[in-house]
């Protein structure tokens, strides 16, 4: 039977992890693996988090399986924090949420969707992307294709972008990141978000929103922006949220697939075939986690406690960010790193080479990931000046 099994390459960012925890350096620095940290280098469990737990310990009743759509108290909750309390398309019953094992189930069961309902579309991804994105649609059948998104220069190409989108076949589905570029951390302005959706309305496209850094961009409101400017707009779009990053959930495996359609019977049809696609794949969706999203932003004491905790890990990051240009400024570099200030959220592609990136783990026991992403949240405020400085070196010479 297994005689005959190639094996396939771990992932590298694992990979990573691996040399990261064999380094004897007291200083290493891992700046690697896609979790928030904390000043002390750990990834908390949310307070908001643990008192919600605590009530749930109390109030569970039953293990029995929830629904194939999952939770309906989290789905009501999570598409107002989304699409907004106010949104049209809530209103009208054009909206609906289907919980998924985190963003990554919530983007299979997308290319599920598409790929059964939807026959014959592409899925456009940004060039660069969050690798799974690659091999996630790929798996569940779809064609992939790319736009330019930040090129060679280690610049936002805005204008490559929506020459692209033009010559896509109407239609076809693109993928945008709603805040938070993963792994560029490069984000569309205003401007440009209303340029692509000129785009996009105009060749009749069908936008998949990944909306996994809710709140760690420019706040929780802010950084729906996008999501809620194309879903007052257009008829139809599809968002996966992840809970993994802002409630600090990750191994709880919460987030949802969010679909808004043109009529409230159509949306019927449509969360008819994702209940029936889920049921393949995971049968129905782990509780825990949607229990605690839903415990907070359903009290308002604890909703205000988790905002506080978002805010928190927004500024830590933004802070990170700042105090890094400034510590490479003596160096005559901030110019040159200037783009790290300005990016959006946990990563930050540096524009450091592959060869840069060796040294700086050989020489300075610093782990980032050969494209040059760092984990900005990974960063220390006590050592960004020892940072600094073994990057003015490997970049010097
Ligand atoms: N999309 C992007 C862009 C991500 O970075 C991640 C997490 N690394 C996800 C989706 C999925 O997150 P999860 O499945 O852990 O909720």
């Given at each position: 039977h297994f005689g005959q099994i190639p094996r396939v390459p771990g992932d590298p960012i694992l990979g990573l992890m691996d040399l990261y925890r064999a380094?004897?350096?007291?200083?290493k620095l891992d700046l690697g693996v896609g979790v928030y940290k904390d000043a002390q280098g750990l990834t908390p469990i949310p307070r908001a988090v643990k008192l919600a737990e605590q009530r749930l310990v109390d109030s569970e009743q039953t293990k029995s399986y929830i629904g194939g759509h999952g939770d309906a108290q989290f789905g009501a909750l999570l598409l107002r924090q989304v699409l907004?309390?106010?949104a049209i398309a809530l209103g009208e019953q054009r909206a609906g949420c289907t919980q998924a094992p985190g963003g990554t189930g919530a983007l299979r069961l997308a290319g599920e969707f598409i790929a059964k309902c939807l026959p014959g579309r592409s899925i456009w991804l940004s060039d660069?992307?969050?690798?799974i994105h690659e091999t996630l649609f790929a798996a569940a059948g779809l064609r992939v294709q790319h736009y330019p998104y930040v090129g060679a220069d280690n610049r936002l190409d805005v204008d490559g972008m929506l020459a692209a989108l033009q010559q896509v076949p109407p239609g076809d589905v693109v993928l945008l990141h709603?805040?938070?570029?993963?792994?560029?951390g490069f984000d569309l302005n205003h401007d440009d978000w209303l340029r692509v959706l000129d785009v996009v309305r105009a060749r009749e496209l069908l936008p998949l929103f990944d909306?996994?850094?809710?709140?760690?961009?420019?706040?929780l409101e802010e950084d729906a922006w996008a999501v809620r400017l194309f879903a007052e707009t257009l008829p139809e779009m599809l968002i996966t949220s992840s809970c993994s990053k802002n409630f600090g959930l990750y191994r709880e495996r919460t987030g949802a697939l969010i679909a808004v359609t043109s009529e409230a019977q159509r949306l019927l049809d449509v969360r008819s075939q994702l209940a029936s696609l889920a049921r393949n794949l995971w049968s129905t969706p782990p509780a825990h986690g949607a229990a605690v999203v839903a415990t907070i932003l359903g009290d308002e004491p604890l909703r205000q406690i988790w905002q506080d905790e978002v805010e928190r890990m927004r500024q830590r990051i933004a802070s990170l960010r700042q105090g890094l240009v400034e510590a490479l400024t003596p160096y005559g570099l901030a110019e040159r790193f200037a783009h790290i200030a300005q990016q959006r959220g946990m990563?930050?592609?540096?524009?450091?080479t592959a060869e840069q990136v060796r040294r700086l783990r050989a020489e300075d026991s610093v782990y980032l990931v050969e494209s040059g992403?760092?984990?900005?949240?990974?960063?220390?405020a006590e050592r960004l000046d020892a940072l600094a400085k073994a990057i003015a070196r490997v970049v010097s010479n």
């Amino acid at each position: 039977h297994f005689g005959q099994i190639p094996r396939v390459p771990g992932d590298p960012i694992l990979g990573l992890m691996d040399l990261y925890r064999a380094d004897p350096n007291p200083a290493k620095l891992d700046l690697g693996v896609g979790v928030y940290k904390d000043a002390q280098g750990l990834t908390p469990i949310p307070r908001a988090v643990k008192l919600a737990e605590q009530r749930l310990v109390d109030s569970e009743q039953t293990k029995s399986y929830i629904g194939g759509h999952g939770d309906a108290q989290f789905g009501a909750l999570l598409l107002r924090q989304v699409l907004g309390s106010r949104a049209i398309a809530l209103g009208e019953q054009r909206a609906g949420c289907t919980q998924a094992p985190g963003g990554t189930g919530a983007l299979r069961l997308a290319g599920e969707f598409i790929a059964k309902c939807l026959p014959g579309r592409s899925i456009w991804l940004s060039d660069p992307t969050w690798p799974i994105h690659e091999t996630l649609f790929a798996a569940a059948g779809l064609r992939v294709q790319h736009y330019p998104y930040v090129g060679a220069d280690n610049r936002l190409d805005v204008d490559g972008m929506l020459a692209a989108l033009q010559q896509v076949p109407p239609g076809d589905v693109v993928l945008l990141h709603a805040c938070c570029h993963n792994p560029t951390g490069f984000d569309l302005n205003h401007d440009d978000w209303l340029r692509v959706l000129d785009v996009v309305r105009a060749r009749e496209l069908l936008p998949l929103f990944d909306f996994a850094y809710q709140g760690f961009g420019d706040g929780l409101e802010e950084d729906a922006w996008a999501v809620r400017l194309f879903a007052e707009t257009l008829p139809e779009m599809l968002i996966t949220s992840s809970c993994s990053k802002n409630f600090g959930l990750y191994r709880e495996r919460t987030g949802a697939l969010i679909a808004v359609t043109s009529e409230a019977q159509r949306l019927l049809d449509v969360r008819s075939q994702l209940a029936s696609l889920a049921r393949n794949l995971w049968s129905t969706p782990p509780a825990h986690g949607a229990a605690v999203v839903a415990t907070i932003l359903g009290d308002e004491p604890l909703r205000q406690i988790w905002q506080d905790e978002v805010e928190r890990m927004r500024q830590r990051i933004a802070s990170l960010r700042q105090g890094l240009v400034e510590a490479l400024t003596p160096y005559g570099l901030a110019e040159r790193f200037a783009h790290i200030a300005q990016q959006r959220g946990m990563f930050s592609y540096t524009g450091l080479t592959a060869e840069q990136v060796r040294r700086l783990r050989a020489e300075d026991s610093v782990y980032l990931v050969e494209s040059g992403r760092a984990n900005v949240a990974g960063l220390d405020a006590e050592r960004l000046d020892a940072l600094a400085k073994a990057i003015a070196r490997v970049v010097s010479n």
